[in-house]
């Protein structure tokens, strides 16, 4: 092994996820010397095997499934069919597009990138072992933990067996399956769920807890699955997955719901329960970064409990997900030099990307009610939007839970073709403590799917204008 002489930098982030590099380049805008090392790609899991790939393939699922139900606007496609090497080929053009923007970025930047895995020497330096054996060694005056997550594998009997996929293989399948049994209802599940069935497979969704994304309020899960049920999914909600067998060329997956049990058969078999803090190889116990399990823990200002040690993204305990380990990256940085913030975690937008998709930020109603206030809701149904009409995609609704004494909105949760893209408005209107008055003093343009997000608002004072309601006394 040959060692090369060390950097000196005032930060040192470990690993190029949206969480590390994104402090990166907050660092290297406030003046630091900044250093970043990735044993992988740059763009960690969202850029690689994550939020992109899986985005790209869901883009071409939906404009196959689009082509098919075109009929019922009068619009027809002859024979539609799909390539599966070349969606992948696309997919992958995609990733490569990003993933080279993440290496301009740092170039621009002025950011060293180290190709090698890292682990703390002490806690002010780090060791980056490089693929050829070869290793060398950065100092630096504060150090970033960004290593990110990695598919968690329950105690499953036969979880092991070849060709079980994860979400990793899953975004590289050469060929579309027949059939597939998706074991795992959170938002990585249900995404799969409409890139295949999208394109023609038989899909099995089994969930373990009452509803599918159980992270959202349960009106939102049983809306999705009987969405999913009406795209011709099963979808099997309450339901253990006890033993998977491989069977001639596929699987059989055995399923337990309450007293009854029964037996699935399939091609291919995704697993996507979940995903655990990577912090591996890091040498963190001899440094003396104190751990909650596997996650490292940290406060509100991203510092672990070793002093110029901060630690962000998926590696801490949390919500997973890339635009909050980037938040959590410019909050580490931004206090490592010099200056005093904490993450709030108050109006976090969460988006799933299936079909119908789903967009939540704040509380749900249960989480108002557990939090003491007195609250109201309010719901309007897509199908009473004219852009909704319009387009063929009727399906959903938007929820808003309002608290009665200020009119402030706690919470806004939607269901419903391309609800993404209105969170931007909610997330805004959590964080800046938004009442339903404000909704309704906002003009909202015509005809645009914001306009259900007003409509819900109003609802929630019982006066929506394209629903009817019972006047309230
Ligand atoms: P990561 O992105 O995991 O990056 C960590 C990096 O650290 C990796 O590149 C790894 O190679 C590197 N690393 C680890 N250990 C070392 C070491 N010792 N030395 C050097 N490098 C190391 N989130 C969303 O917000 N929206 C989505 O739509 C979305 N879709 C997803 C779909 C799928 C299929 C999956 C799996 C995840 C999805 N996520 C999504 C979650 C998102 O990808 C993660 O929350 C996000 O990537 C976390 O960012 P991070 O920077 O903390 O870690």
Redesign the pocket.
């Known amino acids: 092994m040959t060692m090369s002489a060390a950097g000196e930098y005032d930060i040192a982030i470990?690993?190029?996820?949206?969480?590390?590099y994104v402090a990166a380049i907050r660092a290297s805008q406030l003046g630091a010397r900044v250093a970043i090392?990735?044993?992988?790609?740059l763009g960690?899991?969202?850029l690689n095997?994550?939020?992109i790939p899986?985005?790209a393939l869901l883009e071409a699922a939906a404009l196959f499934a689009s082509s098919r139900d075109a009929g019922s606007m009068g619009v027809s496609f002859g024979t539609v069919s799909a390539d599966f090497p070349k969606v992948n080929a696309y997919k992958d053009k995609v990733v490569r597009q990003m993933t080279s923007g993440v290496e301009s970025l740092m170039k621009s930047n002025r950011v060293d990138v180290y190709r090698?895995?890292?682990?703390f020497v002490t806690p002010r330096r780090i060791r980056v072992q490089k693929a050829d054996g070869t290793f060398q060694e950065i100092s630096a005056k504060n150090l970033v933990i960004?290593?990110?997550?990695v598919e968690a594998r329950p105690p499953i009997p036969g979880i092991e067996s070849p060709g079980v996929m994860t979400?990793k293989e899953a975004?590289n399948l050469t060929e579309l399956p027949e059939s597939i049994v998706i074991v795992g209802g959170g938002y990585?599940g249900v995404?799969f769920a409409t890139i295949y069935s999208s394109f023609g497979s038989k899909v099995t969704l089994v969930e373990m807890l009452p509803t599918i994304v159980p992270l959202e309020d349960p009106e939102i899960g049983k809306a999705l699955a009987t969405a999913f049920m009406k795209q011709g999914m099963a979808v099997k909600t309450g339901t253990r997955v006890t033993k998977i067998e491989p069977k001639g060329t596929g699987y059989a997956v055995s399923l337990a719901t309450g007293d009854s049990s029964e037996v699935v058969e399939a091609a291919k078999v995704l697993v996507a329960v979940g995903?655990v803090p990577?912090t591996e190889?890091?040498g963190l116990d001899r440094i003396g970064v104190a751990m909650d399990r596997r996650a490292i823990k940290v406060d509100k200002r991203m510092r672990t409990s070793v002093p110029g040690i901060y630690a962000?993204?998926?590696?801490i305990a949390g919500i997973?997900?890339?635009?909050v380990?980037s938040s959590e990256g410019e909050v580490a940085v931004e206090n490592a030099l010099g200056h005093d913030v904490e993450m709030d975690y108050g109006a976090v937008p969460n988006?799933v990307?299936c079909e119908p998709s789903i967009a939540s930020v704040g509380m749900t109603e249960d989480a108002a009610k557990k939090a003491g206030y007195d609250i109201k809701i309010g719901r309007f149904p897509f199908m009473a939007s004219g852009k909704a009409v319009a387009s063929n995609h009727q399906e959903g609704f938007v929820k808003v839970v309002a608290e009665s004494k200020y009119n402030q909105v706690l919470g806004i949760q939607m269901i419903g073709h391309h609800v993404t893209d209105l969170i931007g408005e909610a997330t805004l209107a959590i964080k800046l403590e938004t009442t339903v008055e404000d909704f309704a003093q906002t003009i909202h343009a015509h005809p645009t799917l914001t306009e259900a997000v007003r409509e819900a608002a109003l609802d929630a004072d019982g006066r929506p204008i394209h629903i009817w309601r019972r006047k309230r006394l």
Do not use: Q
Not at 14 to 20: H, L
Not at 37 to 41: I, K, L, N
Not at 116 to 119: H, K
Not at 146 to 149: D, E, F, I, N, P
């Open positions: 470990i690993g190029a996820g949206p969480g590390g090392v990735e044993r992988g790609a960690g899991t969202c095997i994550g939020c899986s985005k090698g895995t890292g682990s960004a290593t990110g997550s979400s975004l990585i995404e995903r990577y190889g890091l962000i993204g998926d590696s997973m997900l890339a635009h380990a988006c990307f």
